[in-house]
Nanobody
Framework: QVQLVESGGGLAEPGGSLRLSCVASGNLFRTNTIGWYRQAPGKQREMVASIRRTYNTNYADSYADSVKGRLTISGDYAKNTVNLQMNSLKPEDTAVYYC?????????????WGQGTQVTVSP
């Protein structure tokens, strides 16, 4: 079992910043995808940002259109940590944010989720 522990959530004002971190018990070098999802009240869970390792070991970042230019994902693979730098926060960023890792194997992918950390953006 892989355990993911998020931290860094809290209350921020519009235009403010937060930095989320996710520490994984598994080795992130073995993942094919790491990322962040969020779920706001009354809405479905959506991908915020992710990093995918390609078969040639290159990395490709993906972002939801609503967060491009404001949120930045990074992976500190040596420390088994996934970070999400959140700048220029908006009230619509309010949600529970979940860390996500995916391992690919011959039997198919295996995904793990953190318990979530609350981010609230309010004046």
């Amino acid at each position: 079992q892989v355990q993911l522990v998020e931290s860094g959530g809290g209350l921020a004002e519009p235009g403010g910043s937060l930095r989320l971190s996710c520490v994984a018990s598994g080795n992130l070098f073995r993942t094919n995808t790491i990322g962040w999802y969020r779920q706001a009240p009354g809405k479905q869970r959506e991908m915020v940002a992710s990093i995918r390792r390609t078969y040639n070991t290159n990395y490709a970042d993906s972002y939801a259109d609503s967060v491009k230019g404001r949120l930045t994902i990074s992976g500190d693979y040596a420390k088994n940590t996934v970070n999400l730098q959140m700048n220029s926060l908006k009230p619509e960023d309010t949600a529970v944010y979940y860390c996500y890792v995916n391992y690919q194997n011959s039997g198919g992918p295996t995904s793990y989720w953190g318990q979530g950390t609350q981010v609230t953006v309010s004046p």
